[in-house]
């Protein structure tokens, strides 16, 4: 049983218009129905975000539309590199300072992050080009350590790019907190019980979070079930919160606790475990994109492709490894985002298991072209406001180049990111197979692994694929043999 909301997109306008209007759904999952003012709440968000992205356009020192088709790209060196992002961005020359060799984040920083401080850990930060999302150029800030990812995310964006790119639709920011109830004498009377004070434990919660309410977002709705388990019946309270543009955990928490004494005097038990539930069922993006089939390779790259979504939507085993793709996309972009990767991987991993049978979290079909039509679902709590995506630097600066104003933008680029970077994988294993383009790609990593300094890294990793024998093995012989070339002449 569901509920289906529609907005009209004739009462907006402008880019990214159809993520948060024209697409806007609510189901529900699991039996929790969201409450009936929840699609307004919703419209009136994202118009607000949209007249937050025309000021910031207008006053944070972005002078001109993004454009993401930056030809030539690797042949520059990293800091030609930045400075072409902040261009292309439409930046002041030094907004991006924080992602380069002298930025980032200090230990001093550091130190009020975590505790224990005893250093800080870099890893790289690459851009993919070429994305269009909902009708907007994104540069894409993406944090990993697996050489072919950015390639080939950037690969696939080019393929969408011919049809429009990436269409979104987003469900909303809420999150759901759980109260569990244990030792109830009758667990169905108190579910009931719980239910009719639903407004008092609403207010309640609302009153540990004004600034959130304010803002037009709070706890909006409860659900109660009662579920039998090995250590006795127990009843679980959801909570209902929309968090805005945040991702929400500690607000989430903050009010669970604070109505978990109430709801245990009411169900005359004892409430024990009180926390958000990762499982973001109310918090799901879509991403739709058509790849083109030439330059896919043809129709038969297209009907195999298909056929290997359907081996990972039937099989477990391979749905592992398929949602791995697509989460070597996400989790790059979260992580640069100084969002929680955590958090939005097992959200994703109990999402493709929400039928009872883990399954791929995409599918691709044939349109009525011939082109390969590649669409993605996973739940994504993320946000802009609080912790390390306004705590890092680098976060900061990652944001600032994707140029997102709310959560629902920053979710719909990402998913549109994992749907490329599922896309890429799927193409190689059908055609080339995985480990050409990624060993190519993965010879500077082998050329440094063994031993080669900066200036050597370049013809060491040349060799080695001139040579079909990329490891760390033949990559010492080729060193030592350039080196005594270099010695002798």
Same mark, same amino acid.
């Not at 083109?292 to 749905?319: K, P, Q």
């Given at each position: 049983?569901?509920?289906?909301?529609?907005?009209?997109?004739?009462?907006?306008?402008?880019?990214?218009?159809?993520?948060?209007?024209?697409?806007?759904?609510?189901?529900?999952?699991?039996?929790?129905?969201?409450?009936?003012?929840?699609?307004?709440?919703?419209? @009136?968000?994202?118009?607000?975000?949209?007249? /937050?992205?025309?000021?910031?356009?207008?006053?944070?020192?972005?002078?001109?539309?993004?454009?993401?088709?930056?030809?030539?790209?690797?042949?520059?060196?990293?800091?030609?590199?930045?400075?072409?992002?902040?261009?292309?961005?439409?930046?002041?020359?030094?907004?991006?300072?924080?992602?380069?060799?002298?930025?980032?984040?200090?230990?001093?920083?550091?130190?009020?992050?975590?505790?224990?401080?005893?250093?800080?850990?870099?890893?790289?930060?690459?851009?993919?080009?070429?994305?269009?999302?909902?009708?907007?150029?994104?540069?894409?800030?993406?944090?990993?350590?697996?050489?072919?990812?950015?390639?080939?995310?950037?690969?696939?964006?080019?393929?969408?790019?011919?049809?429009?790119?990436?269409?979104?639709?987003?469900?909303?920011?809420?999150?759901?907190?759980?109260?569990?109830?244990?030792?109830?004498?009758?667990?169905?009377?108190?579910?009931?019980?719980?239910?009719?004070?639903?407004?008092?434990?609403?207010?309640?919660?609302?009153?540990?979070?004004?600034?959130?309410?304010?803002?037009?977002?709070?706890?909006?709705?409860?659900?109660?079930?009662?579920?039998?388990?090995?250590?006795?019946?127990?009843?679980?309270?959801?909570?209902?919160?929309?968090?805005?543009?945040?991702?929400?955990?500690?607000?989430?928490?903050?009010?669970?606790?604070?109505?978990?004494? =109430?709801?245990?005097?009411?169900?005359?038990?004892?409430?024990?475990?009180?926390?958000?539930?990762?499982?973001?069922?109310?918090?799901?993006?879509?991403? /739709?994109?058509?790849?083109?089939?030439?330059?896919?390779?043809?129709?038969?790259?297209?009907?195999?492709?298909?056929?290997? @979504?359907?081996?990972?939507?039937?099989?477990?085993? =391979?749905?592992?490894?398929?949602?791995?793709?697509?989460?070597?996309?996400?989790?790059?972009?979260?992580?640069?985002?100084?969002?929680?990767? /955590?958090?939005?991987?097992?959200?994703?991993?109990?999402?493709?298991? =929400?039928?009872?049978?883990?399954?791929?979290?995409?599918?691709?079909?044939?349109?009525?072209?011939?082109?390969?039509?590649?669409?993605?679902?996973?739940?994504?709590?993320?946000?802009?406001?609080?912790?390390?995506?306004?705590?890092?630097?680098s976060a900061r600066a990652a944001v600032q180049l994707l140029g997102v104003e709310t959560a629902c933008e920053l979710a719909s680029v990402i998913a549109a990111v994992g749907l490329a970077q599922n896309l890429a994988a799927c193409r190689a294993l059908v055609a080339e197979g995985i480990q050409r383009g990624h060993m190519t790609l993965h010879a500077r990593t082998v050329a440094a692994s063994a031993g080669a300094a900066t200036d050597e890294i370049g013809a060491v990793a040349a060799r080695i694929v001139a040579d079909e024998n990329i490891r760390v093995e033949?990559? =010492?012989?080729?060193?030592?043999?350039?080196?005594?070339?270099?010695?002798?002449?």
């Amino acid at each position: 049983m569901g509920i289906l909301l529609r907005v009209s997109s004739e009462s907006t306008s402008g880019p990214g218009a159809s993520a948060c209007a024209d697409h806007l759904q609510i189901r529900s999952h699991d039996g929790l129905l969201p409450h009936r003012s929840m699609g307004r709440s919703l419209l @009136s968000s994202c118009m607000t975000s949209r007249r /937050r992205r025309r000021n910031a356009a207008r006053e944070g020192g972005r002078s001109m539309p993004i454009n993401s088709r930056i030809k030539g790209l690797r042949d520059h060196a990293p800091d030609e590199r930045l400075a072409l992002a902040a261009q292309s961005a439409g930046l002041a020359p030094d907004a991006l300072s924080a992602l380069g060799e002298e930025g980032g984040l200090g230990i001093a920083q550091a130190d009020h992050m975590i505790e224990n401080v005893i250093g800080t850990f870099r890893l790289p930060v690459g851009m993919a080009t070429n994305f269009t999302i909902d009708g907007r150029d994104r540069l894409i800030p993406m944090v990993t350590e697996e050489p072919s990812v950015v390639a080939a995310a950037s690969n696939a964006a080019r393929m969408a790019r011919e049809h429009g790119g990436f269409t979104t639709s987003y469900t909303g920011d809420v999150m759901i907190a759980q109260i569990q109830v244990v030792d109830a004498t009758d667990p169905h009377s108190s579910r009931f019980a719980l239910l009719e004070a639903r407004d008092e434990l609403l207010a309640l919660a609302n009153e540990q979070d004004p600034t959130l309410v304010s803002l037009g977002g709070g706890a909006f709705d409860v659900s109660v079930r009662v579920v039998p388990t090995r250590a006795g019946t127990q009843i679980i309270v959801h909570l209902h919160v929309d968090v805005r543009d945040a991702m929400g955990a500690n607000a989430v928490n903050t009010m669970a606790e604070a109505i978990a004494p =109430r709801i245990a005097q009411i169900a005359g038990a004892r409430s024990l475990l009180r926390i958000l539930s990762n499982k973001a069922a109310l918090r799901l993006t879509r991403a /739709r994109g058509v790849f083109d089939a030439e330059l896919l390779g043809g129709t038969g790259v297209v009907d195999d492709i298909v056929a290997a @979504s359907a081996f990972a939507e039937a099989d477990s085993y =391979r749905a592992a490894t398929h949602n791995k793709g697509i989460m070597n996309g996400i989790t790059a972009v979260v992580l640069a985002t100084g969002n929680d990767t /955590r958090a939005v991987e097992a959200g994703c991993h109990s999402h493709a298991a =929400r039928s009872g049978q883990y399954s791929a979290l995409s599918q691709f079909e044939k349109g009525a072209d011939s082109n390969l039509v590649g669409t993605l679902e996973v739940p994504l709590a993320v946000g802009l406001v609080g912790g390390a995506t306004r705590a890092h630097p680098s976060a900061r600066a990652a944001v600032q180049l994707l140029g997102v104003e709310t959560a629902c933008e920053l979710a719909s680029v990402i998913a549109a990111v994992g749907l490329a970077q599922n896309l890429a994988a799927c193409r190689a294993l059908v055609a080339e197979g995985i480990q050409r383009g990624h060993m190519t790609l993965h010879a500077r990593t082998v050329a440094a692994s063994a031993g080669a300094a900066t200036d050597e890294i370049g013809a060491v990793a040349a060799r080695i694929v001139a040579d079909e024998n990329i490891r760390v093995e033949h990559a =010492r012989g080729v060193l030592a043999e350039l080196r005594a070339a270099e010695a002798q002449a």
